[in-house]
C-alpha cells in the first residue's frame, strides 16, 4: 500500500473533512497574532516626507513644527520590513501550516480597513498588539476555493489607542480544469480559458467630476486649479487641498508627460482586458499625476521617465478614455 501525502488524494481538506477542518481552524479566532509589537522607527518626518512624495500629497498638514503623520500611513508604522517581524506569535503560523497542510498554499491579499481614532506625531513611539479576528467558512471564488483570514492590529501611540487595522488574505488552492492531451488521451490540468472580450466598466460620474468627462468627450485633458491660490489638482475634488477653498476653475493638460511609476498587471485575469498590460502613474508637464494605460510600447519595454503623450483610445462605441502613448526610443 502507498502512502497518501498529507493534503493529497482528499481534495482541498487534505487529511480532514471540509466541516473538522473548519471547526479546527474557528479554533483560532482570537488568538494573538502578534503581542506588544514595537514598531522599529518612531513616527518621523523622513518617513513623513517620503510617503508623501511617493502619494503627491502637498497637504501642509504634513510638515512644520506642528505635523502630523498622513492617517493612511497607520500600517506603515508597523511594517516589518525585508527583516520581518520578531514578536509574530506561534498561533499565526499554527494556522497557516494547518492551511498548507489542507491544499489551500495559495494566498492572495483581499482587502483592508482602517480606522483613525488620534493623529500620529513625531516622535511617539508606536506599538501595536494583533489577533486572528475571523476566518471565514470554505469559499468559492474564481481563484481557486479556500478560507478568508481576517487579522486586526490595534496600534497605539505612546501607549494610547490611535487606530485600527484589518487585514484580509484569501489562502485557496487555485482553480484548475481538464484538459485531453492530444498524444495520450490523458487529462491534464489547465488554466481557465480566458473569458470572451467585454465591455470596460463605466466610470463613476458625478457633480464633482462631470467637467473632466466633458472635456474627455471633446479630447481635452482638463486639470483643476484653485482659482484662490492657483494650486492645480488631479484628480478632481470638491476642494482644495492646499488652502480648503472651494473656488476652482480648470486648465487644459498640454498632453506631454513622464512615467513617474508603473506594474505590469498578469492576474487576476479581467474579462475586459487581455493581460499582461501595463498600468502606470504618469506625471504631467503641469507636475499633477494620473493613473493610466500606456499604449504604443509591449508591457516589458515601459520604464520609469520614460516620455509619453497624450491620446483618446476610442475602447467601445460608447466609452473614449484619455490614455499615454509611449515610445520604445
Not at 104 to 109: C, K, P, R, W
Request: glycine share 10%; proline share 9%; aromatic share 8%.
Amino acid at each position: 500500500m502507498t502512502a497518501t501525502p498529507r493534503g493529497e488524494g482528499r481534495g482541498p481538506a487534505g487529511a480532514h473533512g471540509p466541516d473538522e477542518l473548519y471547526a479546527l481552524l474557528q479554533a483560532f479566532e482570537g488568538r494573538a497574532a502578534a503581542t506588544s509589537g514595537l514598531g522599529k522607527d518612531p513616527v518621523n518626518e523622513p518617513m513623513i516626507r517620503h510617503w508623501c512624495e511617493a502619494m503627491g500629497d502637498a497637504n501642509p498638514a504634513y510638515s512644520g513644527p506642528d505635523a502630523i503623520a498622513p492617517p493612511t500611513m497607520l500600517q506603515a508604522w508597523t511594517m516589518g520590513g525585508l527583516s520581518g517581524h520578531t514578536d509574530r506569535s506561534s498561533a499565526y503560523d499554527q494556522l497557516f501550516v494547518l492551511l498548507d497542510g489542507a491544499g489551500y498554499t495559495s494566498v492572495v491579499a483581499t482587502d483592508c480597513e482602517q480606522e483613525y481614532l488620534r493623529p500620529l506625531r513625531p516622535g511617539n513611539k508606536v506599538t501595536y498588539d494583533a489577533v486572528i479576528e475571523s476566518v471565514s467558512p470554505r469559499k468559492t471564488t474564481k481563484l481557486g476555493t479556500g478560507h478568508f483570514v481576517t487579522t486586526r492590529m490595534d496600534v497605539h501611540a505612546d501607549g494610547e489607542l490611535a487606530g485600527t487595522h484589518r487585514f484580509r488574505i484569501l489562502k485557496y488552492a487555485p482553480a484548475a480544469r481538464a484538459l485531453a492531451a492530444p498524444e495520450t488521451g490523458e487529462e491534464q490540468p489547465q488554466a481557465p480559458a480566458r473569458p470572451k472580450a467585454a465591455r470596460r466598466p463605466r466610470p463613476v460620474i458625478n457633480r464633482d467630476n462631470q467637467g473632466f468627462w466633458d472635456g474627455v468627450q471633446d479630447h481635452r485633458l482638463l486639470i483643476q486649479r484653485c482659482a484662490s491660490c492657483g494650486a492645480l489638482r488631479f484628480p478632481w475634488l470638491p476642494g482644495c487641498n492646499d488652502c480648503a477653498s472651494l473656488e476652482w476653475d480648470t486648465v487644459e493638460a498640454s498632453g506631454a508627460g513622464t512615467v513617474f511609476s508603473y506594474v505590469v498587471v498578469h492576474h487576476p485575469p479581467f474579462p475586459a482586458f487581455s493581460p499582461p498590460y501595463a498600468v502606470a502613474v504618469v506625471e504631467l508637464a503641469e507636475g499633477v499625476r494620473m493613473v493610466t494605460n500606456v499604449t504604443g510600447v509591449p508591457h516589458d519595454e515601459v520604464r520609469i521617465g520614460m516620455p509619453v503623450q497624450l491620446e483618446f483610445l476610442r475602447v467601445d462605441e460608447e466609452l473614449e478614455l484619455p490614455v499615454f502613448r509611449g515610445s520604445a526610443d
